[in-house]
């Protein structure tokens, strides 16, 4: 009968398990391989972004990609120079628009489609449409950015819109709490620009202070960031519309809980702007 060992030198169990062991490394290294090519194919996917953000060794993609976008020229027209950050709905940067006189800069925000299938892109297309024929109608405000253009290249979206040179409203929330006649002034004015984009039927749903900017030259306040907005229709007298039910988006601590619910109504802008009063 053939005799199975029952012993093995140490150096013998040291073989076999450091082969086991570099088997292992391996393919942990091809695994994450693949995941950094298919994470740098998509980076621009606000998606991807927020994996990225969590993973300490894939931070280089970000930088990589933005080193790739500044200095490019988007429409023969605008050349990116500076990338502000990226968000849920996309990515934005200043850039200047090389066919008027000085070259003033302006905000570029890229939108792009989440998936590659030919039926995604088409309603994101419509959905891009949609809200640049609706900030083109609100930004009529004087306190809200002025849409200067929209286009598509290589299958991404883009909008322009003006730029404002100004602070965050958060930068005056610290370290020490405002005076009660600054804060109605802040009140005041806020709820002068959401009486606006109500009447026209949308809901912002992201109102907090690094979405207001207190513009330099006349040091009033501009709401920015459309990305979120809702547009419905106002009931007719005595009508009911029925509430659909959508995605809950807006930023903790801001939001209210219809909005959380996925059905935001013209009051749970006005929740924001109480919130950034107590605040």
């Known amino acids: ?3 199975l060992p029952t012993s093995f030198s140490l150096g013998e169990i040291a073989r076999v398990g450091s082969s086991y062991i570099s088997a292992g490394l391996f393919q942990e290294i091809l695994r994450k391989l693949k995941l950094r090519s298919v994470l740098k194919q998509y980076v ?17 993609l970000i930088s990589e990609q933005e080193k790739e976008i500044i200095g490019r020229q988007l429409d023969g027209r605008y050349k ?15 850039a200047r628009d090389l066919h008027r006189p000085g070259e003033p800069r302006c905000v570029v925000k890229l939108l792009s489609p989440v998936s590659d299938d030919p039926q995604v892109f088409h309603l994101s297309r419509r959905l891009f449409n949609k809200e640049a024929e609706m900030l083109e109608r609100l930004g009529t405000h004087e306190q809200i950015p002025q849409l200067l253009a929209y286009f598509e290249e290589a299958k991404e979206f883009y909008l322009v819109q003006e730029l404002i040179e100004g602070h965050p ?3 005056e929330l610290l370290p020490k709490p405002c005076s009660e006649l600054k804060v109605i002034r802040i009140l005041k004015e806020l709820l ?4 606006f984009i109500h009447e026209r039927g ?9 979405n207001i ?5 006349d040091h009033r306040l501009v709401l920015i960031d459309f990305g979120a907005v809702k547009e419905i229709r ?12 959508t995605v809950a988006i807006g930023t903790r601590g801001y939001i209210p809980n219809e909005q959380l619910a996925g059905s935001p109504r013209f009051s749970s802008d006005l929740y924001a702007v109480g919130i950034i009063g107590i605040q």
Do not use: C, M, N
């Open 44 to 60: 621009r996917s606000p998606i991807v972004q927020d994996i990225i953000s969590q993973q300490d060794d894939l931070q280089d």
């Open 202 to 210: 949308v809901i912002h749903r992201d109102i907090k202070p690094s």
């Open 192 to 195: 002068e620009i959401l009486d």
């Open 213 to 217: 900017i207190r513009r330099h030259s």
């Open 1 to 3: 009968h053939g005799v």
């Open 234 to 245: 106002a009931p007719a007298p005595g009508e009911e519309l029925p509430q659909a039910k």
């Open 80 to 94: 990116i120079t500076e990338v502000l950050g990226s968000g849920g709905f996309g990515q934005t940067f200043v």
């Open 169 to 171: 409203l958060r930068y």
